[in-house]
């Protein structure tokens, strides 16, 4: 399984909770020195709480499940009020 396919996996196990609250999260790239970069998409892209989730959720379950992925940004977050 590639790099992509296991981050894939990881959104996968937080995804029901975001499309619950009408958003998802869609992989954008990731880089040579395995950043993954993200986009926020439906409400989560401009969600007051977009940042915790960013920062307690899928970067925890990407980080947790692919140990080597070296950090994780969201390229349209809303900045945290």
Do not use: H, W
């Amino acid at each position: 399984m590639n790099l992509t396919e296991q981050v894939e996996q990881a959104l996968e196990t937080i995804r029901p909770y975001l499309v619950a609250d009408g958003g998802d999260v869609a992989i954008e790239e990731i880089t040579s020195d395995k950043v993954v970069k993200l986009k926020l998409l439906g409400n989560c892209g401009s969600c007051k709480m977009s940042f915790m989730t960013m920062k307690a959720g899928i970067e925890q379950a990407i980080l947790k499940a692919v140990p080597e992925i070296t950090a994780v940004e969201a390229i349209n977050l809303a900045e945290p009020v």
